[in-house]
């Protein structure tokens, strides 16, 4: 069984940087095939996916938001860490971290129950 | 405004079958695989098909999936007030990465 959980701050300040840490358990980041990603919602809005990273430390980001941010893994410690700078009040959302699969197509097969981050000073 | 394209709302009664559409392009349905994904009220997403029309263990075969050129559907027969939920597609994309349609919120009258 594999899960996931988010932490990190619950509110930050407009200009400051947010750092989520996904603690995964399960499914070795060192084995291939696998991935996590970090997805966000708005309250009320649609899924936003933000950045993904494999098994081989492929990363991928979002072309919109490709330069704010910044995901790592840890494979020891099982944890992925996201950073998202520049933190405005548009961020405000809740984020998942989620397990990626890619096997004939690729897709998050777990996700994390997800922490809410408002963005306000 | 999503690069996968679905109907903001769906309905239907108890019992009925309900189809929820994702149309995409050449970029990303055309020539990659779909996967959906079910978030009830409250709740963080889950998968719900993947690879197109494959069920994960544990979903009911009352859930279905299709995909036919850059479109894909979503099928849900004998429909169940407990199936009242947001539903999205995903794939990939060749420039965009991971791509999400914007959501159908399915109400069963």
Redesign the interface.
């Known amino acids: 069984q594999i899960t996931l959980k988010e932490s990190g701050p619950t509110l930050v300040k407009p200009t400051q940087t947010l750092t989520l840490t996904c603690t995964f358990s399960g499914s070795p980041l060192s084995t291939s095939g696998v991935g996590v990603g970090w997805i966000r919602q708005p309250p009320g809005k649609a899924l936003e996916w933000l950045a993904l990273i494999l098994w081989n430390d492929d990363k991928r980001y979002s072309p919109s938001l490709k330069s704010r941010l910044t995901i790592t893994k840890d494979t020891s410690k099982n944890q992925v860490v996201l950073t998202m700078t520049n933190m405005d009040p548009v961020d405000t959302a809740t984020y998942y971290c989620a397990h990626r699969r890619i096997l004939l197509g690729d897709y998050f097969d777990y996700w994390g129950q997800g922490t809410l981050v408002t963005v306000s000073s | 405004q ?1 690069v996968l394209t679905q109907p903001p709302s769906v309905s239907a009664a108890p019992g009925q079958k309900v189809t929820i559409s994702c149309s995409g392009s050449s970029s990303n349905i055309g020539n ?4 959906w ?1 079910q978030q009830l009220p409250g709740t ?4 719900l098909i ?3 029309n494959k069920r ?1 263990s544990g979903i009911p075969d009352r859930f279905s999936g299709s995909k036919s050129g850059t479109s894909a559907t979503l099928g849900i027969t004998g429909l169940q007030t407990g199936d009242e939920a947001d539903y ?1 597609c ?3 994309d060749t ?9 159908t919120k399915l109400t069963v009258l």
């Open positions: 999503s990659n695989y779909v996967s994904y963080a997403p889950k998968l993947y690879d197109n994960p999205y995903g794939t990939w420039s965009l990465n991971v791509v999400f349609g914007g959501g």
